[in-house]
Structure formats: structure tokens, C-alpha cells
T-cell receptor, first 111, second 114 residues
Framework: SQQGEEDPQALSIQEGENATMNCSYK?????LQWYRQNSGRGLVHLIL?????REKHSGRLRVTLDTSKKSSSLLITASRAADTASYFC???????????FGKGTRLSVIA | GAGVSQTPSNKVTEKGKYVELRCDPI?????LYWYRQSLGQGPEFLIY????????DSGLPNDRFFAVRPEGSVSTLKIQRTERGDSAVYLC????????????FGPGTRLTVL
């Protein structure tokens, strides 16, 4: 079963614009992670935010987490054509429990 | 190696055949996970190992699926009597033991059952 739901399912923007993707989940979590996937193959870990954190930055990425609303957002600033990929949020509990992924947002950045 | 590796990268088989998919995790990672991803979906959990033992196999869809990790490193996912519905990308991930679970994924094996 999949806990998270990303919104929108697909997003198309021009190079240089910002891209915002949202994720909602259902149960309490220890952390939430965002991954990127190119061409339906391996996932690349982008950023992890713990349940006691509200915002985190990494380069052009900004992630927010609102545990009261059970939602997170991923912002990619100054997008590039190379950012074209599918982006997934995944929720984790404490310890080494498996991640629960959403269905993903397909981002297309047009040069 | 530097990352998680999976072999083969692609596997085409016929309905009813047996297949084995291999995962080589990052050295020193004690936790290993198998996920399955169908087209247009996010990865779905199958099974995870802590060392040599399966800590949670609740995601395995039925008894045709089985996985082993005999020495606590390489893992093999085994599928018996494959069905067309088993076609998917099978992803393996590994992580260190700890409270926060950052997982590192391999490139996946694309299984096609004809």
C-alpha cells in the first residue's frame, strides 16, 4: 500500500522557473524523504527531514514539513532541464523500517 | 563497490519460469530492502533484512516470492512460476542500522514476463 500522495501528478515548467511539489501522508512518521528517479530506474536520495524539523535546504532544494497537516513540499528553485525526472516522497518510522512511497510527480523542465 | 549494484539490469522470461535477481549492497550496510515498482507507481515494499534474517516480509505478494541473504551481504530475490503480472522494476536498497533510515538504491532490475 502507498501512504503518500504527491500533487500534482505531472508538472511542466520552463527552465529557470521554480517547481513546487506537494506530498500528503496518513500516519505519524519519524522522517520524510524525497527521492528523484530518472527513466524509471534507480532512486537518488535528495533530502531527509525529521519529524521535529519544519524546513530544510540543500542547494536549490527546499523542503518543508507540516506534521499537523501531514504534508510536505519540495521546492526546486531556478529549475534546469536536467531536473526533469520523477520525484517521490517517502515516509519512514524510527529504526530500519521500510519506506512508504507515494506515486510521484513527473516534472518536465523545458529548455 | 561505491553503491548498491543489481544484476541483471534486464531480465526477460516466459510465464511459468523461475528467476533470480541479485542485489549487492553497500559494504557495511546491515539493512537491505527489496521494493517493486510498476509503471507509473511508486516503489512498494516487498521484504527487508537485518543482517541475515528477514525482519519483515509482509510485502511479499504470495508464496511464489522468496528472498535470502545467507551471509548478511548479497541478497537474492527468487520468483517461482512467474506470471505476467510480476513484470516490474525490482529495486534493492541498503542502509546503516540506526534511528534515521536513509536508504541507498540500486539501479533496479527490469523484469519482463512474456
Amino acid at each position: 500500500s502507498q501512504q503518500g500522495e504527491e500533487d500534482p501528478q505531472a508538472l511542466s515548467i520552463q527552465e529557470g522557473e521554480n517547481a513546487t511539489m506537494n506530498c500528503s501522508y496518513k500516519t505519524s512518521i519519524n522522517n520524510l524523504q524525497w527521492y528523484r528517479q530518472n527513466s524509471g530506474r534507480g532512486l537518488v536520495h535528495l533530502i531527509l527531514i525529521r519529524s521535529n524539523e519544519r524546513e530544510k535546504h540543500s542547494g536549490r532544494l527546499r523542503v518543508t514539513l507540516d506534521t499537523s497537516k501531514k504534508s510536505s513540499s519540495l521546492l526546486i528553485t531556478a529549475s534546469r532541464a536536467a531536473d526533469t525526472a520523477s520525484y517521490f516522497c517517502a515516509t519512514g518510522n524510527s529504526g530500519n523500517t521500510p519506506l512508504v512511497f507515494g506515486k510521484g510527480t513527473r516534472l518536465s523542465v523545458i529548455a | 563497490g561505491a553503491g548498491v549494484s543489481q544484476t541483471p539490469s534486464n531480465k526477460v522470461t516466459e510465464k511459468g519460469k523461475y528467476v533470480e535477481l541479485r542485489c549487492d549492497p553497500i559494504s557495511g550496510h546491515t539493512a537491505l530492502y527489496w521494493y517493486r515498482q510498476s509503471l507509473g507507481q511508486g516503489p512498494e515494499f516487498l521484504i527487508y533484512f537485518q543482517g541475515t534474517g528477514a525482519a519483515d516480509d509482509s510485502g511479499l505478494p504470495n508464496d511464489r516470492f522468496f528472498a535470502v541473504r545467507p551471509e548478511g551481504s548479497v541478497s537474492t530475490l527468487k520468483i517461482q512460476r512467474t506470471e505476467r503480472g510480476d513484470s516490474a522494476v525490482y529495486l534493492c536498497a541498503s542502509s546503516l542500522t540506526g534511528n534515521v533510515n536513509e536508504q541507498f538504491f540500486g539501479p533496479g532490475t527490469r523484469l519482463t514476463v512474456l
